[in-house]
């Protein structure tokens, strides 16, 4: 018995990666320090040579699971892996909750209703349901959006951990649209405080003339916006009582949504 279980151990020995379990260790590590890490406090706290750590850290920099700060030395978790968190989630579940209330906000508009999520560096969108008009606007499922002139963008951003919104901050290139599209990021911290303030996001005419888009966040049970849902119309129909009427269904229906995702706002 004892030899049974000796070779078994000497088996499992051969399938370990001692490389890629120090890795790991370094990911769970720095996810425990919203602000990171130096080299010296890594491979201390892990007991890695420095030469070990400095491979592991610069690969993992360089796969894009890490941030290096070259001011302060600090290496950080990036987005990709909370990107690869949220796919492990399973999305469906997450869009079961959500169709059904985006088809009753689609009712209650009559424009067309949109729900997405963040990316890597822009939005996704997932779902919509389409107005009720034969003018409307169609999305195809996994078209990026932008976050600097978009609701749907504005209003994620804006609820973010300052930590994974000033990684998205380093990534945005504020591309200009036109005359209305914000352009900087002074500019555009001010519109997210707006957002904040007001619980919902616009894109007034920012990306494309003639289009109005109004957006609010969802959140998850941790309190995180884990997505938003927006309506899209041309400005003609969307007059300031329709946007006035508009804004507080949507809200109610993002509210709704968060609360069955198990978000408590106290």
């Not at 990911?27 to 890695?48: P, V």
């Not at 850290?57 to 950080?76: A, S």
């Not at 996994?142 to 994620?156: D, N, R, T, V, Y």
Request: aromatic share 10%; charged share 25%; proline share 4%.
């Amino acid at each position: 018995m004892e030899k049974v279980e000796e070779y078994m151990e000497k088996a499992e020995e051969n399938y370990k990666v001692p490389n890629l379990e120090k890795g790991i260790a370094v990911l769970e590590y720095l996810s425990l320090y919203s602000l990171g890490r130096t080299l010296q406090a890594i491979k201390s706290e892990l007991d890695i040579s420095q030469t070990t750590a400095y491979r592991i850290l610069n690969t993992l920099v360089r796969l894009g699971y890490l941030i290096y700060n070259e001011d302060t030395k600090h290496y950080k978790l990036s987005r990709k892996l909370l990107s690869l968190g949220f796919k492990s989630l399973n999305e469906h579940n997450l869009l079961e909750v959500v169709l059904p209330h985006l088809r009753n906000l689609r009712d209650l508009v009559k424009e067309t209703a949109c729900f997405g999520v963040l990316g890597d560096q822009k939005g996704i969108f997932i779902e919509q349901a389409q107005g009720h008009h034969t003018f409307r606007f169609v999305l195809s499922p996994g078209k990026p959006f932008e976050l600097h002139c978009s609701a749907p963008g504005k209003a994620i951003m804006a609820y973010l951990p300052c930590n994974v919104r000033d990684y998205y901050l380093s990534q945005m290139e504020f591309t200009r649209y036109n005359a209305r599209t914000i352009t900087t990021p002074e500019a555009y911290m001010d519109e997210l405080e707006k957002v904040r303030k007001l619980g919902y996001a616009m894109d007034n005419e920012e990306e494309l003339s003639g289009v109005l888009c109004i957006g609010a966040p969802i959140f998850n049970y941790t309190s995180y916006p884990c997505g938003a849902i927006w309506i899209s119309g041309p400005k003609d129909r969307l007059s300031k009582d329709v946007v006035r009427n508009s804004v507080e269904c949507i809200k109610d229906t993002a509210q709704t949504i968060s609360k069955e995702l198990g978000y408590n706002q106290s």
